[in-house]
């Protein structure tokens, strides 16, 4: 792993980022990328400094640069360790990983100048601190104590990772058999349809040593995100969470998902998708705000990931949310099922008030229920070869495990083009 370090041993100074400092950071990126290593850096700094005018902004702006060349070739990873301020914060959007400390904080227009244009007084803590980018940017994936957790994060997020695109990512040691049982899994989910669980209760009974390392679980906590291992294989894991939004759809989810599934895809990691959703969130809001543009850059996301890519659909998967969770439909290898998986394009309730709001509410629920046991079932999606295979939850590891090894091999070739133009 190449490091690099724009940090003071002294926390309480407030360093500028000076053009050699830049041209250290751009040059520690370029060796990494061709190298083929991982690259971090720990980084403070109150902006370029004015006595070096725009050479400053050049420096910071070449190791921008080097950063987006290096995406997709090696993982990169930032800490932030007190101040990171003005032009050089965005180098944070350019690391596959941004990690906080307790005291950091990161903004490109501070406090001051919000307040001169908005009216509206803040501090730099409410601005940009660790708290405001775990829960409202997404931007810290991790927030930790101090430098030496950021560091041991790092580590730990590159176990599951190769050194760079050229490898695949290692198998890791586990004495945790491929194929044990996991009827706890089933367990888990409650007895009615609109009970709520944690999803990551699952995730971890069915991974390796019930071991799930979650990437920014304070943003989009709808969908969760994460790394985690299969029979010693790294894989990433997608999946709705019930506690949050009843596990529906809105734009930061999507982004989330979007980002996670391309990192993986970069890599080589084989994706697991854990469905249960009622379907995008609604709201004039979310409408303006684009969900259309920002819900499809999930569904590009998967659409374009040539890795293994396995789903298993635990209870709702409706309408539009259940394309977008990786479907069939957007190229996904092996999609599985438990016997409680409602496939349809909206519940039943729904679909009984809009196909026959005429009838009094007796025939309408007698209705709803012929619906619920003609239509809320993985056996028409099943027929349509929508869904591989409906498995017994006590099985579900295993059948993971044997699905990952299937598609161990899989290899697509894809088109020669410049890039994609993907929806941003």
């Given at each position: 792993?190449?490091?690099?370090?724009t940090?003071?041993?002294?926390?309480?100074?407030?360093?500028?980022?000076?053009?050699?400092?830049?041209?250290?950071?751009?040059?520690?990126?370029?060796?990494?990328r061709?190298?083929?290593?991982p690259?971090?850096a720990v980084?403070?700094?109150?902006?370029?400094?004015?006595e070096?005018?725009?050479?400053?902004?050049d420096?910071?702006?070449?190791?921008?640069?080097?950063?987006?060349?290096?995406?997709?070739?090696?993982?990169?990873?930032?800490?932030?360790?007190?101040p990171?301020?003005?032009?050089?914060?965005?180098?944070l959007?350019?690391?596959d990983?941004s990690?906080?400390?307790?005291n950091?904080?990161?903004?490109?227009?501070?406090?001051?100048?919000v307040?001169?244009?908005?009216?509206?007084?803040?501090?730099?803590?409410?601005?940009?601190?660790?708290?405001?980018?775990?829960?409202?940017?997404?931007?810290?994936?991790?927030?930790?104590?101090?430098?030496?957790?950021?560091?041991?994060?790092?580590?730990?997020?590159?176990?599951?990772l190769?050194?760079?695109?050229d490898?695949?990512?290692?198998?890791?040691?586990?004495?945790?058999?491929?194929?044990?049982?996991?009827p706890e899994?089933?367990?888990l989910?409650?007895?009615?349809?609109?009970?709520?669980?944690?999803?990551?209760?699952?995730?971890?009974?069915?991974?390796?040593d019930?071991?799930?390392?979650e990437?920014?679980?304070?943003?989009?906590?709808?969908?969760?995100?994460?790394?985690?291992?299969?029979?010693?294989h790294?894989?990433?894991?997608?999946a709705?969470?019930t506690?949050?939004?009843?596990?529906?759809?809105?734009?930061?989810?999507?982004?989330?998902?979007a980002?996670?599934?391309?990192?993986?895809?970069?890599?080589?990691?084989?994706?697991?998708?854990?469905?249960?959703?009622?379907?995008?969130?609604?709201?004039?809001?979310?409408?303006?705000?684009g969900?259309?543009?920002?819900?499809?850059?999930?569904?590009?996301?998967?659409?374009?990931?040539?890795?293994?890519?396995?789903?298993?659909?635990?209870?709702?998967?409706?309408?539009?949310?259940?394309?977008?969770?990786?479907?069939?439909?957007?190229?996904n290898?092996?999609?599985?099922?438990w016997p409680?998986?409602?496939?349809?394009?909206?519940?039943?309730?729904?679909?009984?008030?809009?196909?026959?709001?005429?009838?009094?509410?007796e025939?309408?629920?007698?209705?709803q229920?012929q619906?619920?046991?003609?239509?809320?079932?993985p056996y028409?999606?099943?027929?349509?070869?929508?869904?591989?295979?409906?498995?017994?939850?006590?099985?579900t590891?295993?059948?993971?495990?044997?699905?990952?090894?299937?598609?161990?091999?899989?290899?697509?070739?894809?088109?020669?083009?410049?890039?994609?133009?993907?929806?941003?």
């Open positions: 792993m190449v490091l690099a370090t940090a003071t041993g002294d926390q309480t100074a407030e360093p500028a980022l000076t053009t050699a400092d830049g041209a250290t950071l751009a040059a520690a990126v370029r060796s990494a061709r190298q083929r290593l690259f971090a980084l403070q700094t109150t902006g370029v400094p004015f070096e005018g725009i050479g400053g902004s420096a910071w702006g070449r190791a921008a640069r080097e950063l987006a060349l290096a995406s997709g070739v090696v993982p990169t990873m930032i800490v932030v360790c007190g990171l301020v003005s032009g050089p914060a965005l180098l959007g350019l690391a990983v990690i906080f400390t307790e950091a904080y990161a903004y490109v227009t501070g406090p001051k100048s307040e001169a244009y908005t009216g509206v007084p803040i501090n730099g803590v409410e601005l940009g601190g660790a708290g405001a980018h775990a829960r409202s940017t997404g931007l810290a994936a991790l927030v930790t104590p101090g430098v030496d957790e950021a560091l041991q994060a790092i580590a730990d997020i590159l176990t599951y190769p050194d760079s695109v490898t695949l990512p290692a198998a890791l040691a586990t004495d945790d058999p491929a194929d044990r049982q996991t899994a089933g367990a989910l409650p007895t009615t349809a609109s009970g709520s669980y944690d999803v990551r209760s699952i995730i971890r009974a069915v991974c390796d019930g071991e799930l390392l990437l920014r679980a304070s943003w989009a906590p709808n969908l969760v995100t994460g790394f985690a291992a299969i029979g010693g790294p894989i990433g894991v997608v709705n969470q506690q949050a939004l009843a596990g529906s759809i809105d734009i930061p989810a999507s982004q989330k998902g980002r996670f599934v391309a990192m993986c895809d970069a890599f080589g990691l084989p994706i697991i998708t854990m469905v249960d959703t009622s379907g995008f969130l609604p709201g004039k809001d979310l409408e303006w705000r969900m259309i543009r920002h819900g499809a850059q999930m569904a590009f996301a998967y659409a374009r990931a040539t890795v293994p890519r396995i789903g298993l659909i635990l209870r709702k998967s409706y309408g539009g949310a259940y394309i977008v969770m990786d479907s069939k439909n957007m190229g290898d092996l999609m599985l099922a409680t998986a409602e496939v349809a394009v909206m519940g039943a309730k729904g679909a009984v008030e809009i196909l026959h709001r005429e009838e009094p509410p025939k309408r629920a007698q209705l229920e619906y619920e046991a003609q239509y809320l079932t028409p999606a099943a027929e349509r070869l929508s869904i591989t295979a409906v498995i017994d939850p006590a099985d590891r295993h059948a993971l495990a044997a699905g990952l090894d299937l598609l161990r091999t899989k290899r697509e070739r894809l088109r020669v083009r410049q890039h994609d133009n993907g929806p941003l």
